[in-house]
Protein backbone atom coordinates (compact mmCIF):
# COMPACT_ATOMS: atom_id res chain seq x y z
CA UNK A 1 0.00 0.00 0.00
CA UNK A 2 1.49 3.09 -0.91
CA UNK A 3 2.38 5.57 1.82
CA UNK A 4 0.59 8.94 2.45
CA UNK A 5 2.51 12.14 2.77
CA UNK A 6 0.20 15.99 3.16
CA UNK A 7 2.02 18.82 2.27
CA UNK A 8 1.27 21.97 4.08
CA UNK A 9 3.41 24.96 3.48
CA UNK A 10 0.85 27.62 5.34
CA UNK A 11 -0.79 26.00 8.23
CA UNK A 12 -3.25 27.45 11.40
CA UNK A 13 -3.88 27.27 14.36
CA UNK A 14 -7.45 26.76 14.27
CA UNK A 15 -9.95 28.72 16.68
CA UNK A 16 -13.45 27.98 16.78
CA UNK A 17 -16.02 29.63 19.23
CA UNK A 18 -19.50 30.72 19.17
CA UNK A 19 -21.22 34.04 20.42
CA UNK A 20 -24.85 34.69 21.26
CA UNK A 21 -24.57 37.28 18.45
CA UNK A 22 -22.19 38.72 16.18
CA UNK A 23 -23.19 42.65 16.31
CA UNK A 24 -20.57 45.66 15.74
CA UNK A 25 -19.02 47.99 18.36
CA UNK A 26 -20.30 45.45 21.39
CA UNK A 27 -17.77 43.76 23.25
CA UNK A 28 -18.98 39.88 22.10
CA UNK A 29 -18.92 37.34 24.95
CA UNK A 30 -17.53 34.19 22.96
CA UNK A 31 -17.45 30.34 24.21
CA UNK A 32 -14.43 28.64 25.01
CA UNK A 33 -12.57 27.93 21.81
CA UNK A 34 -11.97 24.64 20.62
CA UNK A 35 -8.29 24.67 19.46
CA UNK A 36 -7.24 22.51 15.94
CA UNK A 37 -4.85 22.34 14.32
CA UNK A 38 -5.35 23.51 10.54
CA UNK A 39 -4.57 24.01 7.14
CA UNK A 40 -5.37 21.91 4.04
CA UNK A 41 -2.77 19.02 4.05
CA UNK A 42 -2.73 18.78 8.37
CA UNK A 43 -6.84 18.90 8.19
CA UNK A 44 -6.05 15.82 5.06
CA UNK A 45 -3.91 13.99 7.74
CA UNK A 46 -6.19 13.91 10.42
CA UNK A 47 -9.56 12.29 8.48
CA UNK A 48 -7.10 9.90 6.86
CA UNK A 49 -6.45 9.63 10.64
CA UNK A 50 -10.31 9.43 11.71
CA UNK A 51 -11.36 7.01 8.79
CA UNK A 52 -8.35 4.35 10.15
CA UNK A 53 -5.50 5.29 7.89
CA UNK A 54 -1.85 6.39 8.29
CA UNK A 55 -0.02 9.45 6.86
CA UNK A 56 2.79 11.92 7.85
CA UNK A 57 1.95 15.50 7.47
CA UNK A 58 5.04 17.92 6.35
CA UNK A 59 4.57 21.09 7.91
CA UNK A 60 6.03 24.75 8.11
CA UNK A 61 6.95 25.72 11.60
CA UNK A 62 7.49 29.15 12.68
CA UNK A 63 7.70 31.01 16.32
CA UNK A 64 5.50 30.40 19.56
CA UNK A 65 2.06 29.27 17.38
CA UNK A 66 4.35 27.05 15.56
CA UNK A 67 5.05 25.12 18.62
CA UNK A 68 1.93 25.17 20.00
CA UNK A 69 0.56 23.51 16.66
CA UNK A 70 2.86 20.79 16.39
CA UNK A 71 1.75 19.72 20.18
CA UNK A 72 -1.72 19.66 18.72
CA UNK A 73 -0.72 17.40 16.20
CA UNK A 74 1.05 15.48 18.04
CA UNK A 75 -1.77 15.06 20.96
CA UNK A 76 -3.88 14.24 17.54
CA UNK A 77 -1.71 10.78 17.00
CA UNK A 78 -0.57 12.88 13.13
CA UNK A 79 3.11 11.64 12.20
CA UNK A 80 4.68 14.97 11.64
CA UNK A 81 7.75 16.47 9.59
CA UNK A 82 8.51 20.02 10.31
CA UNK A 83 10.55 22.35 8.79
CA UNK A 84 11.82 25.83 9.75
CA UNK A 85 9.39 28.72 7.70
CA UNK A 86 9.43 31.95 7.54
CA UNK A 87 7.97 34.40 10.63
CA UNK A 88 5.04 33.07 12.81
CA UNK A 89 2.61 30.51 12.27
CA UNK A 90 -0.64 32.23 11.59
CA UNK A 91 -4.30 31.73 12.89
CA UNK A 92 -7.58 31.14 11.83
CA UNK A 93 -11.15 32.19 13.74
CA UNK A 94 -14.45 30.74 12.83
CA UNK A 95 -17.21 32.42 14.86
CA UNK A 96 -20.90 31.03 15.10
CA UNK A 97 -23.72 33.57 15.33
CA UNK A 98 -26.07 31.36 17.48
CA UNK A 99 -29.27 34.07 16.95
CA UNK A 100 -28.87 33.68 13.12
CA UNK A 101 -26.75 30.23 12.86
CA UNK A 102 -24.40 31.83 10.66
CA UNK A 103 -20.75 30.89 10.92
CA UNK A 104 -18.20 33.84 10.53
CA UNK A 105 -14.79 32.61 9.26
CA UNK A 106 -11.78 34.95 9.73
CA UNK A 107 -8.69 33.39 7.85
CA UNK A 108 -4.75 35.32 8.46
CA UNK A 109 -2.26 35.28 5.34
CA UNK A 110 0.57 34.02 6.89
CA UNK A 111 4.06 35.24 6.61
CA UNK A 112 6.15 36.04 3.59
CA UNK A 113 8.14 33.48 1.81
CA UNK A 114 11.43 33.99 0.13
CA UNK A 115 13.07 31.27 -2.27
CA UNK A 116 15.00 30.23 0.05
CA UNK A 117 12.07 28.95 2.44
CA UNK A 118 10.36 27.26 -1.05
CA UNK A 119 14.07 25.45 -1.79
CA UNK A 120 13.72 24.48 2.58
CA UNK A 121 10.54 22.95 1.83
CA UNK A 122 11.57 21.24 -1.66
CA UNK A 123 14.15 19.19 0.36
CA UNK A 124 12.62 18.44 3.33
CA UNK A 125 10.35 16.88 0.64
CA UNK A 126 12.80 14.90 -1.16
CA UNK A 127 13.75 13.43 2.63
CA UNK A 128 10.63 12.55 3.59
CA UNK A 129 9.51 11.38 -0.37
CA UNK A 130 9.63 7.38 -1.02
CA UNK A 131 8.91 5.19 -3.70
CA UNK A 132 5.19 4.94 -4.80
CA UNK A 133 4.22 8.11 -2.03
CA UNK A 134 0.49 9.73 -2.71
CA UNK A 135 1.57 13.38 -2.14
CA UNK A 136 -1.07 15.44 -1.17
CA UNK A 137 -0.63 19.12 -1.69
CA UNK A 138 -3.52 21.34 0.15
CA UNK A 139 -5.10 24.57 1.25
CA UNK A 140 -3.85 28.21 0.59
CA UNK A 141 -0.04 29.24 -0.81
CA UNK A 142 1.68 31.62 1.74
CA UNK A 143 2.24 34.96 0.16
CA UNK A 144 5.73 34.82 -1.88
CA UNK A 145 5.27 31.37 -3.13
CA UNK A 146 5.38 31.10 -6.74
CA UNK A 147 1.53 30.48 -8.33
CA UNK A 148 3.67 27.26 -9.84
CA UNK A 149 4.52 25.92 -6.72
CA UNK A 150 2.07 22.71 -7.76
CA UNK A 151 4.07 21.81 -11.08
CA UNK A 152 7.23 22.37 -9.33
CA UNK A 153 6.16 20.17 -6.67
CA UNK A 154 4.91 17.42 -9.25
CA UNK A 155 8.01 17.84 -11.64
CA UNK A 156 10.29 17.55 -8.45
CA UNK A 157 9.00 14.43 -7.34
CA UNK A 158 8.38 12.59 -11.12
CA UNK A 159 11.21 10.56 -11.27
CA UNK A 160 10.26 8.63 -8.07
CA UNK A 161 7.31 6.90 -9.34
CA UNK A 162 5.23 9.34 -6.62
CA UNK A 163 1.59 10.57 -7.33
CA UNK A 164 0.73 14.03 -6.46
CA UNK A 165 -3.14 15.08 -5.02
CA UNK A 166 -3.50 18.69 -5.91
CA UNK A 167 -6.28 20.97 -4.00
CA UNK A 168 -6.00 24.54 -4.32
CA UNK A 169 -6.94 27.81 -5.30
CA UNK A 170 -6.98 31.38 -6.77
CA UNK A 171 -3.73 32.38 -8.92
CA UNK A 172 -1.88 28.40 -8.31
CA UNK A 173 -5.14 26.56 -9.85
CA UNK A 174 -5.26 29.19 -12.77
CA UNK A 175 -1.43 28.46 -13.52
CA UNK A 176 -1.84 24.23 -13.43
CA UNK A 177 -4.92 24.49 -15.89
CA UNK A 178 -2.97 27.20 -18.09
CA UNK A 179 0.62 25.52 -17.95
CA UNK A 180 -0.27 21.58 -17.43
CA UNK A 181 2.14 19.49 -15.60
CA UNK A 182 3.30 15.87 -15.79
CA UNK A 183 3.50 15.83 -12.56
CA UNK A 184 -0.18 16.09 -11.65
CA UNK A 185 -1.84 13.08 -10.76
CA UNK A 186 -4.98 14.19 -8.87
CA UNK A 187 -6.67 17.74 -9.16
CA UNK A 188 -9.89 18.58 -7.19
CA UNK A 189 -11.04 22.02 -7.50
CA UNK A 190 -14.87 23.48 -6.66
CA UNK A 191 -17.70 24.38 -8.62
CA UNK A 192 -17.27 28.23 -8.30
CA UNK A 193 -13.80 27.34 -9.06
CA UNK A 194 -14.67 25.03 -12.28
CA UNK A 195 -16.97 27.87 -13.29
CA UNK A 196 -14.86 30.63 -12.88
CA UNK A 197 -12.21 28.74 -15.39
CA UNK A 198 -14.99 27.15 -17.65
CA UNK A 199 -15.76 30.86 -17.71
CA UNK A 200 -19.68 29.98 -17.71
CA UNK A 201 -21.89 28.31 -15.84
CA UNK A 202 -22.03 24.70 -15.18
CA UNK A 203 -25.47 24.12 -14.33
CA UNK A 204 -25.90 20.40 -14.85
CA UNK A 205 -24.13 17.56 -13.64
CA UNK A 206 -23.01 16.92 -17.56
CA UNK A 207 -21.82 19.95 -18.16
CA UNK A 208 -19.28 19.51 -15.37
CA UNK A 209 -18.46 16.02 -16.39
CA UNK A 210 -18.13 17.74 -19.71
CA UNK A 211 -14.96 20.54 -18.17
CA UNK A 212 -13.31 18.09 -16.40
CA UNK A 213 -12.81 15.56 -19.02
CA UNK A 214 -11.68 18.66 -21.04
CA UNK A 215 -8.94 18.76 -18.23
CA UNK A 216 -7.90 15.49 -18.03
CA UNK A 217 -7.79 15.12 -21.98
CA UNK A 218 -5.34 18.36 -22.23
CA UNK A 219 -2.98 16.75 -19.63
CA UNK A 220 -3.90 19.09 -16.90
CA UNK A 221 -4.04 15.91 -14.73
CA UNK A 222 -5.31 12.14 -14.95
CA UNK A 223 -7.72 12.41 -12.66
CA UNK A 224 -10.04 15.69 -12.21
CA UNK A 225 -12.32 16.21 -9.40
CA UNK A 226 -15.10 18.64 -9.22
CA UNK A 227 -17.18 19.57 -6.01
CA UNK A 228 -20.47 20.77 -7.09
CA UNK A 229 -21.83 21.22 -3.13
CA UNK A 230 -24.54 19.71 -1.54
CA UNK A 231 -24.77 18.01 -5.61
CA UNK A 232 -22.37 16.05 -4.82
CA UNK A 233 -19.04 15.99 -6.89
CA UNK A 234 -18.15 14.06 -10.50
CA UNK A 235 -14.51 12.77 -10.96
CA UNK A 236 -13.38 12.52 -14.91
CA UNK A 237 -10.16 9.84 -15.90
CA UNK A 238 -9.63 9.32 -19.64
CA UNK A 239 -12.50 9.49 -21.31
CA UNK A 240 -14.92 7.90 -18.62
CA UNK A 241 -16.59 10.29 -15.89
CA UNK A 242 -18.77 9.70 -12.48
CA UNK A 243 -21.31 11.70 -10.01
CA UNK A 244 -21.72 10.77 -6.68
CA UNK A 245 -24.31 12.44 -4.49
CA UNK A 246 -25.72 11.61 -0.95
CA UNK A 247 -29.19 10.50 -1.25
CA UNK A 248 -29.84 11.65 2.26
CA UNK A 249 -30.46 15.12 3.65
CA UNK A 250 -27.69 15.93 6.07
CA UNK A 251 -27.88 19.39 7.95
CA UNK A 252 -25.07 21.58 8.02
CA UNK A 253 -23.09 22.89 10.72
CA UNK A 254 -20.08 23.73 9.48
CA UNK A 255 -18.67 23.69 6.51
CA UNK A 256 -15.04 23.79 7.64
CA UNK A 257 -13.12 20.55 6.70
CA UNK A 258 -15.79 19.49 4.19
CA UNK A 259 -12.86 19.44 1.33
CA UNK A 260 -10.55 18.32 3.12
CA UNK A 261 -12.42 15.52 4.65
CA UNK A 262 -13.21 14.66 1.17
CA UNK A 263 -9.50 14.74 -0.03
CA UNK A 264 -8.79 12.69 3.01
CA UNK A 265 -11.29 10.12 2.39
CA UNK A 266 -10.55 9.81 -1.50
CA UNK A 267 -6.48 9.23 -0.61
CA UNK A 268 -6.95 6.68 1.54
CA UNK A 269 -9.30 4.90 -0.67
CA UNK A 270 -7.15 5.18 -4.09
CA UNK A 271 -3.72 3.95 -1.81
CA UNK A 272 -5.95 1.16 -0.97
CA UNK A 273 -6.55 0.47 -4.23
CA UNK A 274 -10.50 0.98 -4.41
CA UNK A 275 -12.15 1.40 -7.99
CA UNK A 276 -12.29 5.21 -8.79
CA UNK A 277 -16.00 5.13 -8.34
CA UNK A 278 -16.00 3.94 -4.89
CA UNK A 279 -12.92 6.19 -4.40
CA UNK A 280 -15.52 8.85 -5.28
CA UNK A 281 -18.35 7.78 -3.26
CA UNK A 282 -16.47 7.14 0.20
CA UNK A 283 -14.99 11.32 -0.02
CA UNK A 284 -18.53 11.99 -1.04
CA UNK A 285 -19.90 10.45 2.65
CA UNK A 286 -16.86 12.24 4.38
CA UNK A 287 -17.44 15.84 3.34
CA UNK A 288 -21.13 15.00 4.16
CA UNK A 289 -20.43 13.91 7.63
CA UNK A 290 -17.68 17.00 7.58
CA UNK A 291 -20.84 19.77 7.59
CA UNK A 292 -22.31 18.31 10.23
CA UNK A 293 -19.72 18.65 12.77
CA UNK A 294 -18.99 21.26 15.20
CA UNK A 295 -16.33 24.03 14.18
CA UNK A 296 -13.50 21.87 12.60
CA UNK A 297 -14.55 18.63 13.92
CA UNK A 298 -13.98 17.09 10.69
CA UNK A 299 -15.56 13.73 9.47
CA UNK A 300 -16.85 11.23 12.19
CA UNK A 301 -16.35 7.72 10.95
CA UNK A 302 -19.51 6.29 12.27
CA UNK A 303 -21.16 8.80 10.39
CA UNK A 304 -19.39 8.44 7.17
CA UNK A 305 -20.23 4.52 7.80
CA UNK A 306 -23.79 5.46 7.92
CA UNK A 307 -23.34 7.69 4.80
CA UNK A 308 -21.47 5.63 2.21
CA UNK A 309 -24.66 3.25 1.59
CA UNK A 310 -26.85 6.25 0.82
CA UNK A 311 -24.63 7.60 -1.75
CA UNK A 312 -25.39 6.98 -5.42
CA UNK A 313 -22.66 6.85 -8.29
CA UNK A 314 -23.80 6.81 -11.45
CA UNK A 315 -21.57 7.12 -15.06
CA UNK A 316 -21.91 10.06 -16.69
Known sequence: MPSILTVTLNPTVDLATSAPAIVPELKLRCASPQVDPGGGGINVSRAIRLLGGRSTALVAIGGAQGARLLELLTEEGIATVGFQGPGETRLSLSVMDL????????????????????????????????SDTLVVLSGSQPPGVAKTFPAILGAHIHGRAARVIVDTSG???????????????????????????ARKPLTEVADTATFARGLVARGVAQIVIVARGADGSVLAAGGDAWHAVSTRPVPVVSKVGAGDSFVGAFTLALARGDALPDCLALAVAAASAAVMSDGTRLCDPHVVACLRPEVAVRAV
Open 99 to 130: ATKQQFRFVMPGPEWSERDVKRALDTLDQATG
Open 171 to 197: PALHALVEQPSDGVHVLRMDGEEAEEL
